[in-house]
């Protein structure tokens, strides 16, 4: 048995004439930054997602950052972060020189909690030492956050809403799609992300054309008329224009092949695991692009145990996240209160994350399911 977590070198087997005949072009006309790629990509992915401004940059960190940094985000704000997620989203927030503010999750989506989150900003206000500025709901495992809860209090307590798209991108609600709700959001293509290239990159979506004006001149040194005309200090933050093209393959079959799949692979999954053992759930109305499928142990115990023995089947599996935000080192400054945050410590106790990817068969989730269950009625 040979097992993929997620299987790269397949889609590259899938799709390898085009993939090779995209790099080879950008080759050809060695234009490797800022080529008619890099354009064509961002209207694409505009369309894709149905907002006004795609614009590229270098990673899915740098594109939360940039868009903190276009507000003005620093020293004195809170930031509003779910404590499960991946470290990067509340990096970012510090990196600005803001205060991270950790708010727990719910159980069922792995997603920020919208009550939680009116708590957190209440406390912030009651404290009276950091204004409340902005939240940054993330779409976990590539089910939308609870957008429309988030949405009204962010209203209520005048907050910017960013969401961290990183893992979402492909997911929707109601078919409003995932990277186009809030004020800006932001997606990833780091190679293993639900759509990726070969090496980093990013991208940040708005409707707002004043951000879109900024974020165009941060992501380039802080330009004005043209490069060499600097007006504000940005970075250097562009997507290569070979990646560019190789997204643009990518892009299509995300969109006509791939997001289905692992929606069928996710059905397959159920089926088996659902009488066993938790299995992820999709809110009505949810569509979910499973950046991971992601199991709940009874506990930490059957959570280890189940990853070895899936390894001595020699299957991959994943614990995302070992350890919820507040715990990490890097935050330990903040001290915070873990009190209300029961929820995130205990799904970094429980979670184990399966092979999920479009190149996978209904007879390798068979294999799966059939070391998962073994293990679990042992
Ligand atoms: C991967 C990821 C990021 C960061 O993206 P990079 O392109 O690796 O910088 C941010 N947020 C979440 C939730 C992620 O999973």
């Known amino acids: 048995m040979k097992f993929q977590f997620r299987d790269l070198q397949a889609q590259y087997n899938a799709y390898k004439t085009e993939i090779d005949s995209a790099i080879q072009r950008v080759l050809s006309d060695g234009q490797f930054i800022e080529g008619k790629e890099v354009r064509e990509l961002e209207h694409q992915l505009a369309k894709f997602i149905g907002v006004k401004h795609c614009i590229t940059c270098a990673n899915g960190t740098e594109a939360m950052t940039i868009v903190l940094k276009a507000w003005n985000i620093g020293e004195g704000d809170a930031v509003f972060v779910p404590n499960f997620t991946f470290f990067s989203t509340a990096e970012v927030v510090a990196f600005c020189g803001a205060t991270p503010i950790f708010v727990d999750v719910c159980r069922d989506t792995f997603n920020m909690d919208s009550q939680k989150l009116e708590e957190a900003i209440l406390s912030v206000l009651s404290e009276g030492k950091l204004t409340p500025k902005v939240v940054i709901p993330v779409d976990l495992f590539g089910l939308p956050a609870d957008h429309q809860n988030i949405d009204k209090i962010a209203k209520k307590y005048n907050l910017l809403i960013l969401e961290d798209g990183a893992q979402g991108i492909g997911g929707s609600i109601n078919g409003k799609m995932a990277c186009s709700f809030g004020d800006a959001a932001t997606t990833s293509f780091f190679p293993a992300k639900p759509l990726g290239c070969y090496g980093d990159g990013g991208a940040i979506f708005t409707n707002n054309d004043e951000l879109a004006i900024i974020v165009h001149s941060l992501k380039v040194h802080g330009r004005g008329e043209d490069k060499y005309d600097n007006i504000r200090i940005g970075v250097n933050s562009r997507l290569d224009?070979?990646?560019?093209?190789?997204?643009?393959?990518?892009?299509?079959?995300?969109?006509?092949?791939?997001?289905?799949?692992?929606?069928?692979?996710?059905?397959?999954?159920?089926?088996?695991?659902?009488?066993?053992?938790?299995?992820?759930?999709?809110?009505?109305?949810?569509?979910?692009?499973?950046?991971?499928?992601?199991?709940?142990?009874?506990?930490?115990?059957?959570?280890?145990?189940?990853?070895?023995?899936?390894?001595?089947?020699?299957?991959?599996?994943?614990?995302?996240?070992?350890?919820?935000?507040?715990?990490?080192?890097?935050?330990?400054?903040?001290?915070?209160?873990?009190?209300?945050?029961?929820?995130?410590?205990?799904?970094?106790?429980?979670?184990?994350?399966?092979?999920?990817?479009?190149?996978?068969?209904?007879?390798?989730?068979?294999?799966?399911?059939?070391?998962v269950i073994d293990y679990l009625t042992k």
């Open 241 to 371: 224009t070979i990646q560019a093209a190789i997204l643009q393959v990518k892009l299509k079959a995300f969109i006509i092949d791939e997001l289905e799949k692992v929606n069928q692979i996710a059905f397959y999954y159920h089926e088996k695991l659902n009488n066993y053992v938790e299995v992820p759930t999709i809110p009505e109305g949810y569509y979910s692009s499973y950046a991971q499928y992601t199991l709940k142990l009874k506990s930490l115990e059957k959570r280890d145990g189940l990853h070895n023995s899936l390894k001595n089947f020699g299957i991959p599996s994943m614990i995302y996240y070992k350890k919820p935000l507040h715990q990490q080192k890097a935050f330990s400054n903040l001290l915070v209160d873990d009190e209300n945050l029961s929820v995130s410590i205990e799904l970094s106790n429980c979670s184990l994350s399966l092979p999920m990817h479009p190149y996978m068969n209904e007879w390798d989730v068979e294999q799966i399911s059939k070391v």
